[in-house]
């Protein structure tokens, strides 16, 4: 509460950690059998109903669907392979992660944390039947509150003062109205052709950005972005905390499940800068204008978080380097990469 770090989520979670570590809520009848008592059974309920089938997660996308821009991504489509490249972290991990957890279920749980996307972690998690779904999800989301902190040490250390100079032209042309509402309806298609397993993540991502550009639901768009988000996150909090019994806890995968997050926010973070400084390799043999390597780290999940830090880090360097609409198309790019990124974890080991 007093840092305001990501209160929206955390804050229920722990609540529901209280709840359900009160003496007498859970009994263990037989060897590794548990009874639920009071409100624990009331917990009980809502995480069959709601995170068992990966049910509050997906309603949440369509919120967040909703909220997103994707104008930016859209003025300048090449942004998308910066996305793309910020999910490096997700496969790094997985393979650090496959050391310390012998089922490589588990490991390819912990590694999507480097999505830095919270529901897509969450249902990752549990559907590929992981027993850390709580601390896989407080992990996703204390770093994602923490992004100020990560990003911008690895940032200047990958970058010179010169190549966090480099100014951008930003040439605003208008999209149509016609390929906003083909954009998300385009992109479902393609991702369930080719990636049967993201049609839930995608789709309802896609649906809630539909309902935003079609123009003739303005009700159903503001109540998926106000109402409909903040009352679904309200119950993914507090039902995740189902999990968080102290023994399953406070333990050493819990530690070593949250060294590995930040693992993978940091090999996020540095994998779309080189990916970055490597295109402007390919783009100084083609005679063109480089880019500022720094938009590269905006290519992660964390929605708009990490598109404001780029442009505050150009800003500090140069007062007239405006890199926010480049930083932001490449983090709306970073949202649909990393859902197609727990799409194929899906797919591999599911």
């Given at each position: 509460i007093k840092k305001e770090m990501e209160p929206t989520l955390l804050l229920p979670i722990g609540f529901g950690a209280i709840l359900m570590n009160f003496p007498g809520v859970i009994e263990e009848v037989a060897d590794g059998v548990y009874e639920y008592h009071f409100v624990g059974e009331t917990l009980e309920t809502l995480y069959n109903a709601g995170i068992a089938n990966e049910l509050f997660p997906l309603i949440l996308f369509i919120g967040i669907g909703a909220m997103i821009d994707f104008g930016p991504l859209l003025t300048?489509?090449?942004?998308?392979?910066?996305?793309?490249?910020?999910?490096?972290?997700?496969?790094?991990?997985?393979?650090?992660?496959?050391?310390?957890?012998?089922?490589?279920?588990?490991?390819?749980?912990?590694?999507?944390?480097?999505?830095?996307?919270?529901?897509?972690?969450?249902?990752?998690?549990?559907?590929?039947?992981?027993?850390?779904?709580?601390?896989?999800?407080?992990?996703?989301?204390?770093?994602?509150?923490?992004?100020?902190?990560?990003?911008?040490?690895?940032?200047?250390?990958?970058?010179?003062?010169?190549?966090?100079?480099?100014?951008?032209a930003y040439n605003p042309q208008s999209v149509s109205k016609t390929t906003k509402i083909l954009f998300p309806i385009v992109i479902t298609i393609v991702a369930c052709v080719f990636a049967p397993s993201a049609g839930s993540l995608i789709g309802f991502l896609m649906f809630g950005n539909l309902i935003r550009e079609c123009g003739v639901l303005d009700s159903l768009s503001?109540?998926?972005?106000?109402?409909?988000?903040?009352?679904?996150?309200?119950?993914?909090?507090?039902?995740?905390?189902?999990?968080?019994?102290?023994?399953?806890?406070?333990?050493?995968?819990?530690?070593?499940?949250?060294?590995?997050?930040?693992?993978?926010?940091?090999?996020?973070?540095?994998?779309?800068?080189?990916?970055?400084?490597?295109?402007?390799?390919?783009?100084?043999?083609?005679?063109?204008?480089?880019?500022n390597p720094m938009i590269g780290a905006a290519g992660i999940s964390a929605f708009p978080m990490s598109g404001r830090i780029v442009h505050k880090m150009g800003l500090e360097e140069d007062n007239q380097n405006f890199l926010l609409m480049h930083s932001i198309g490449v983090n709306v790019s970073g949202q649909i990469a990393s859902v197609i990124a727990g799409a194929l974890i899906l797919g591999f080991f599911g």
């Amino acid at each position: 509460i007093k840092k305001e770090m990501e209160p929206t989520l955390l804050l229920p979670i722990g609540f529901g950690a209280i709840l359900m570590n009160f003496p007498g809520v859970i009994e263990e009848v037989a060897d590794g059998v548990y009874e639920y008592h009071f409100v624990g059974e009331t917990l009980e309920t809502l995480y069959n109903a709601g995170i068992a089938n990966e049910l509050f997660p997906l309603i949440l996308f369509i919120g967040i669907g909703a909220m997103i821009d994707f104008g930016p991504l859209l003025t300048n489509p090449k942004l998308m392979i910066f996305g793309a490249a910020a999910q490096f972290g997700i496969f790094f991990t997985l393979c650090m992660a496959s050391v310390f957890f012998p089922e490589i279920k588990d490991a390819a749980s912990i590694a999507i944390i480097g999505a830095a996307d919270g529901p897509t972690s969450i249902v990752v998690a549990n559907a590929l039947g992981s027993n850390y779904v709580g601390a896989i999800t407080v992990a996703a989301y204390s770093y994602m509150a923490l992004v100020p902190i990560i990003q911008p040490p690895v940032i200047k250390a990958l970058t010179t003062k010169n190549e966090r100079k480099i100014r951008m032209a930003y040439n605003p042309q208008s999209v149509s109205k016609t390929t906003k509402i083909l954009f998300p309806i385009v992109i479902t298609i393609v991702a369930c052709v080719f990636a049967p397993s993201a049609g839930s993540l995608i789709g309802f991502l896609m649906f809630g950005n539909l309902i935003r550009e079609c123009g003739v639901l303005d009700s159903l768009s503001e109540t998926a972005q106000k109402v409909l988000a903040n009352l679904i996150t309200i119950f993914l909090g507090i039902t995740i905390a189902f999990n968080m019994t102290a023994e399953q806890f406070l333990s050493v995968p819990t530690l070593l499940i949250m060294g590995l997050g930040l693992v993978a926010f940091i090999v996020d973070t540095a994998g779309g800068v080189l990916f970055a400084k490597l295109f402007n390799v390919i783009l100084k043999l083609l005679g063109k204008p480089p880019i500022n390597p720094m938009i590269g780290a905006a290519g992660i999940s964390a929605f708009p978080m990490s598109g404001r830090i780029v442009h505050k880090m150009g800003l500090e360097e140069d007062n007239q380097n405006f890199l926010l609409m480049h930083s932001i198309g490449v983090n709306v790019s970073g949202q649909i990469a990393s859902v197609i990124a727990g799409a194929l974890i899906l797919g591999f080991f599911g």
